[in-house]
């Protein structure tokens, strides 16, 4: 059974820093492209980063770029995302999802077909 699950979210300060974590079981991770994606409140969701099997290209939505940082560690079944910099505007439902295929398809990586995704693990920034 496919699973992906995300972890580390919480509040922070803007300005502060976080690191979330998307744990997988049930397939080999080191096969697959992982993205990850967040929701707020009222809005879209909205692709954040993707990076492709071996972790040596990874790509970065609009509001990511330049604070966020996406990697892996295959041996761990697990996918990460350092927040840094970080606005009033990141708060979210993050989610982690496995992409159907080994590699992100460029910046237009959003619109892949992920077919597996986790329940999300908030984060909240205060101002």
């Known amino acids: 059974q496919v699973q992906l699950v995300e972890s580390g979210g919480g509040l922070a300060q803007a300005g502060g820093s976080l690191r979330i974590s998307c744990a997988t079981s049930g397939f080999t991770l080191d096969h697959y492209a992982v993205g990850w994606f967040r929701q707020a409140p009222g809005k879209e969701r909205e692709p954040v980063s993707c990076i492709g099997k071996s972790g040596g290209l990874a790509y970065y939505g609009k509001s990511a770029k330049g604070r966020f940082t996406i990697s892996r560690d295959n041996t761990k079944n697990a996918v990460y995302l350092q927040l840094r910099d970080l606005e009033p505007e990141d708060t979210a439902l993050y989610f982690c999802?496995?992409?159907?295929?080994?590699?992100?398809?460029?910046?237009?990586?959003?619109?892949?077909?992920?077919?597996?995704w986790g329940q999300g693990t908030r984060v909240t920034i205060a101002s």
């Open positions: 999802a496995k992409q159907r295929l080994p590699y992100c398809s460029g910046d237009d990586w959003g619109t892949d077909t992920f077919d597996a």
